[in-house]
């Protein structure tokens, strides 16, 4: 077991805090149905909590888990700052914490120390697996508009920085505007549009999402270009309505982030509980969709 941690005793049944941070797109709502399965499946119970995006409610969501004593909880955080004191404040409870798809910034809490570990997908390899593909399919096609994810998220700054470095080591491409979306589909909407009208030459959309890929999409159209070839359209998630656009050829290749935590967190936690060494991270697997495999695997995905 990892020094300092809040330790966790071997039970039949556990009572387990899942904290979501907003369900505002089909990432979220499949995240949330596969805790809630997996807890039926083992019959644990599953305190869930929904913070709207909102991290002053996440806090006092958390909060009121550690009243109701629950014996672990698993929390999705928004930014990475932010709830910080709520980790501090589960741990001084006793209550272990696994952080879910966010990790926070490392600077301020460590997993093995703070939080048990993070469960969640490596950003920046998303990010260089679509640079990757682009780099080889750009045929000429160089000029990139980058939508962002929420300002202050991890997913937001790693899937820029592994994008960005890996693009600027193959040369030839400019990212010519970024800008965030939220990770939105209307935002998405509005921003490709304000940059589009700003860069016209641009033909490249790098999208941190699908939901903001598909809003681009829509802006695209309305605008009479055509998405996924006159302006490629790259973006992360792999939610079935954008893998069904690979599959129209209106996006070009996404970067899977996999929503499905339920089986992984409760193993990590049963492994805990028997006194197994966690990693500090533990990774999800993620696949890689283009149109050599999307209609192969639409009917596979959330
Ligand atoms: O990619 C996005 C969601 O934190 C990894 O959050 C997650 C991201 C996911 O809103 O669509």
Redesign the pocket.
């Known amino acids: 077991m990892t020094a300092g941690l809040p330790p966790l005793g071997q039970k039949d049944t556990y009572k387990v805090g899942f904290a979501q941070a907003?369900s505002n797109?089909p990432?979220?709502i499949a995240q949330t149905k596969s805790m809630q399965d997996e807890a039926a499946k083992l019959g644990y119970q599953l305190v869930y909590t929904d913070a709207q995006g909102s991290a002053a409610k996440q806090v006092s969501d958390v909060s009121s888990m550690i009243a109701q004593g629950v014996d672990v909880i698993f929390l999705s955080l928004r930014e990475e700052k932010p709830l910080v004191p709520a980790i501090r404040a589960a741990k001084d409870a006793d209550i272990p914490v696994v952080l879910f798809?966010?990790p926070v910034d490392p600077g301020l809490a460590k997993a093995g120390v703070d939080y048990l570990t993070f469960i969640?997908?490596d950003f920046a390899e998303a990010g260089r697996r679509l640079a990757a593909w682009l780099i080889k399919n750009a045929k000429g096609k160089t000029k990139i508009i980058e939508l962002e994810?929420t300002t202050g998220?991890a997913?937001a700054n790693d899937r820029k920085k592994g994008f960005a470095d890996a693009v600027k080591a193959a040369g030839g491409f400019q990212i010519v505007a970024s800008q965030s979306a939220d990770?939105s589909r209307d935002k998405g909407r509005q921003v490709a549009k304000s940059l589009l009208q700003a860069h016209p030459d641009a033909n490249v959309i790098y999208a941190h999402?699908?939901?903001m890929a598909l809003g681009a999409i829509a802006h695209l159209e309305d605008a009479g270009r055509k998405p996924g070839k006159d302006v490629l359209v790259l973006s992360?998630?792999g939610g079935k309505e954008a893998v069904q656009a690979i599959v129209d050829g209106k996006i070009n290749a996404i970067a899977e982030?996999n929503p499905r935590f339920g089986p992984i967190a409760f193993q990590t936690l049963k492994n805990y509980a028997a006194g197994g060494k966690i990693q500090p991270w533990v990774k999800n697997i993620d696949k890689f969709y283009d149109s050599s495999n999307a209609a192969a695997e639409v009917a596979g995905t959330y």
Request: aromatic share 12%; net charge negative.
């Open positions: 907003e797109n990432w979220r798809d966010r969640g997908s994810g998220s997913p990770f999402n699908d939901e992360i998630d982030c």
